[in-house]
Every structure is written in structure tokens, then in C-alpha cells.
């Protein structure tokens, strides 16, 4: 059951006194490095753990101001890797990784799929795109850490997905949810039985935000268990936070990095259960450690005892992003609210994108949707039927009338990678 047992097996009060230890190494690790010798001048460590309130925090545009070295904390002959995060403007944000810390986020990954049930007799396929983003080699070198047979695929190219997934028997996939619902697609017009002629048992799903409605649409259709995978490429990529089998929250690993939720307007520290930003301090990270990195995602932490006997305390699944929010006439609205009230309605279909423009000074929200065939009548009046119910769940949802719009399945634009979801087309 488990992959590090002592590690995921220590009680509360070991795990605090390592991270106080830990969260103390890192200050003088990051003190090396141009960014955190000004940063933290004058701070060498904390005294307990409530100390860390007293730290800076460190943001996104640090990282993009400190481009490219600032935030390297090792010699250049340390470093053995470089990634860097999808930033849409300004410097890109690049993370530094010894082989130390590359072998440390290998155990960690392992650690996420062995907890989700993955042995070394499974055939792992590797949908995630490989390269400066992390998704993929994140837990390719955790898969062979554990000793499955790897196959690296990449992303796209679904009927050579399909092909690998027959011909080698895959037993456990590495996929974004948005993918997985259009991989589907291509399964059923090859003319495969998922569940029949393939052999999918497992699927790790992340990387991007959706909802719980996301994970039983794949869970059913392929008929499999999806395990949420959480990270961001700051902290080392994915296997930051991973579901158990209890599936209700993601088990942050707090070996790795010390989590902290804070109000994102007053950055006040949140108590455990209250929903805020997550923060996080790096504890192991040698070539770049992060003290009280903002994330920018949005959740709360849950420190119920789990019942697979982990106490690292879990995060409930991630509800949007603070630079995420759409504001739609003063109404403050996540896009994984709408996402959550799509996929709970079974004719609706798998893909869909969100539009937001202006007509006669006002917002309007556009929600563009394909219509799921096979759970469809087909007479106009069903149409309008649909059109009505998602109107009107949708607004109570919401609180705000959207415009329905039916399209082809097939016709949205997709991403290769994470999907984009939401077009603003207001000006600016
Ligand atoms: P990147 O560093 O480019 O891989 O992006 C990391 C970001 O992707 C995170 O900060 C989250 O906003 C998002 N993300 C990653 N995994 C998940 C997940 N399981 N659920 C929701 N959002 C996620
Ligand atoms: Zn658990």
C-alpha cells in the first residue's frame, strides 16, 4: 500500500518537527541565491512553525523578474535541469533542479501512483506532453522509479494512443481530463470497446482544473478509477498532491513542501478548512527553494484524519485560480462552476468553451457546447428542452442567464495541451 511507508506513515507531530527543521535548511539554501539574499537579509531561521507567518512571500513576478539565474541557489555545476511554466506573457518563470532534487520528485511521483494503485506489472502510458513543461517527465522518471513499463507517448496523434493502448495492454494512463473525454471520441469511431478490448484500469488526471461531474463522466466512460493529480512546475511539476482511494482530497505531501492557505486580498493565514490561496515552502528542494510561493490556486485544506492512514493533511480539489474569476456585470463567477453544472447533465456533451462579449453596455456570457449523440432524442423540441435545463441550472448556479449554443461534436477548437476554456472578448 505504500511506496515510502515510514515517510507517509509519520504521525502529526514528526511531521511538524521535520518541517520546522526542513523549512530552516531552505531559508539558508534559498540565502544563496540572488533573489533570496536580499529577500530574507536579516532572517536565518524561524523558532517555530507559527514563525513563518513572519516571512516574505514570494510571488509569480518574482520568479519573471529574477529571470534568468536570480533564483538559483546552487553553483551552475549542480544544476542539472531546467523547466519552465506556460506563461502567456512577459519572461517565462524557469525552475532549476539538482539530480538530488531530480531523484527526490522521481520518489515523489512514485509515491502518488503506488498510493493509487499502480504496481510494477503495469503497462503506464505517458499521454502528458514531454519538454520545458513538466506534466510528462514529471512522472516518466517516477513510472520507471516504480518499474512499469513506460511507454512515452506525448500528446495528440489519439488513434497511435489507441493503437499502444491494444497492442502493449496499457493499464494505466497519465492523461489531462479535458483529453481523456476527446480521447473517448476516437475509441468509439474506431469502433472499440473501451472497457472490452482495452485494458485501462487507471488514470492519473490533472495538471488542469476540473470538476468532481469531470472525473465520474471519465470514470464511467472508460470504466476505471481517475485519481486527481495536483502540482505546479515552481514547486517540481506533478506530484505535489495526490488522491488515496478515499478520493475526497488530495494528500499534499508535507515531506516536500509546507502548505498554507491565506486570504488572497489581506494575505492573512487561513485556519485549516477555510477555502484562500495555497501557499507552499519547499522543504527538500536544493537548486531553487521557494519560501511561501503563492500559487495563485484557490482551496482549502482538509485536516480530518484520512482514513488510508496518511496524515499529511489533504487539499479538496482546486476551485479555480485567483486570476481565473470572471467578472460578468459585477457577479464573480469560476469557469469550474460552469464546467461542474455541463457534466452533470448526461445529454449534454464533453467539450465546451465559455465566451464572454458585450452587447449594448452589458456582459454577455456565451457558453458554446457540443451535444452529447447517444444521450440525445434529436427532435427540435428536445433541443429546446436541453437549451431550457441547462438555462435554468446554470443560473442557479451562476446567478447569472448565460446564452446556451449548441455546436457540432468535433467543431470547438482544441489545445494540444491543457485546454482553454474561457474567451474573453471584451475590450479591454
Ligand atoms: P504548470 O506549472 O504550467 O504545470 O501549471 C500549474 C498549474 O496548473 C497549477 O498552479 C494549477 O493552476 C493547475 N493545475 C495543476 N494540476 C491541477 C489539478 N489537479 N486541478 C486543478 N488545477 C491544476
Ligand atoms: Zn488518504
Redesign the pocket.
Known sequence: MFWQKEIELMDTDALRKFQLEHINKSIKTAKNSQFYKKQLDGIDKIDNLEGIKNLPFTTKEDLRNAFPYGFLATDLKNAVRLHS??GTTGNPTVVFHTAEDISNWANLSARCMYTAGARNTDVFQNTMGYGL???GIGFHYGAEKLGMLTIPVGPGNSKRQVWFMQNFRTSVMHILPSYALRLYRTIEEMNINVKKDLNLKIAF??????SEEMRKKIEELYGIKAF???????IC??GV?FECPCQNG?HVWEDFVYPEIVDPKTLEVLPDGREGELVFTTLQRQAMPLIRYR???LTRIISEKCSCGRNHRKIA??TG?TDDMMIINGVNIFPIQIEKTIMAIPEAGKNYIIEIFEQNYMDKLCIKLEINNENFGGTLQDLEKLQHKLENELKQEIGVSPLIKFVDAGSLPVEEG?AKRVFDLRKK
Not at 205 to 210: D, L, N, R, T, V
Not at 228 to 234: A, D, I, K, P
Request: without cysteine; charged residues 25%; hydrophobic residues 25%.
Open positions: 511554466s506556460s513543461f513538466t506534466g488526471i490533472g495538471a488542469e482544473p476540473h486527481n493529480s495536483y502540482g505546479l512546475s515552481e511539476g506533478p498532491a488530495l500559487t495563485r490556486d480539489r482546486i485560480r491543457k
